[in-house]
């Protein structure tokens, strides 16, 4: 049962690697807690290392695809729309997937000291895909005059950015999540305050 031994090891890696961290998670404690001697997991992985990007690499590809492949964004919608849209499912998302979200927060913002450089020019790379998905919009936006063209783009991702950023770490520290009325009051504060106010 290869694929699921594999399986087995990707899941309680990841699970203390969010529980401990990435340097208190040995390869003992994951052969130990998955019942395989340690040569069976150097079989799928060459080092801890390698599982940890793995790991880290599934979750933001499983992220991307999800945003890329939101349905009301190949609708004949408004852009303003479209971004809401993308604001809504992208909070869907995280609220079924928080643990998920806690693993990324936490390696981005306390990256172990020997991964920090990879992390960071993974996080550019990855960052650089979901940016792509945002700028499509805005420029949708900018192009129509739902926003001012006055700004920058790189400002407008950035807001947005910024805002999605707020909600997800508002849900993992109260360890809620809202309810649709509740998403529906912070896009509007946030269009009419942040985005558009100067239309």
């Not at 999800?66 to 190949?74: D, K, R, T």
């Not at 783009?153 to 909600?167: I, P």
């Not at 508002?170 to 009051?185: G, L, T």
Request: net charge negative; glycine share 2%.
């Amino acid at each position: 049962m290869p694929n699921k031994t594999n399986e087995m090891i990707r899941y309680v890696a990841f699970r203390l690697f969010v529980e401990v961290g990435y340097e208190a998670t040995n390869i003992r404690n994951i052969c130990k807690e998955v019942d395989i001697k340690p040569a069976s997991l150097y079989f799928y992985y060459k080092s801890k290392e390698d599982l940890f990007f793995s790991i880290y690499d599934e979750v933001w590809e499983d992220k991307i695809k999800v945003l890329s492949n939101i349905a009301e964004l190949e609708h004949n919608i408004s852009p303003n729309m479209k971004l809401y849209f993308l604001y809504k499912r992208s909070m869907d998302y995280y609220s079924e997937n928080i643990i998920k979200m806690k693993f990324l927060l936490r390696y981005h913002l306390f990256p172990p000291e020997d991964l920090a450089n990879i992390i960071r020019d993974k996080y550019r790379e990855w960052s650089g895909k979901e940016d792509k998905i945002i700028e499509d919009i805005i420029k949708q936006c900018m192009e129509r005059r739902v926003l001012p063209d006055d700004r920058d783009l790189s400002d407008y991702v950035l807001e947005y950015k910024t805002f999605e950023r707020e909600q997800l770490i508002e849900m993992i520290i109260n360890n809620i999540k809202k309810n649709e009325r509740e998403f529906d009051r912070s896009w509007l504060r946030f269009w009419n305050c942040n985005m558009s106010n100067s239309v």
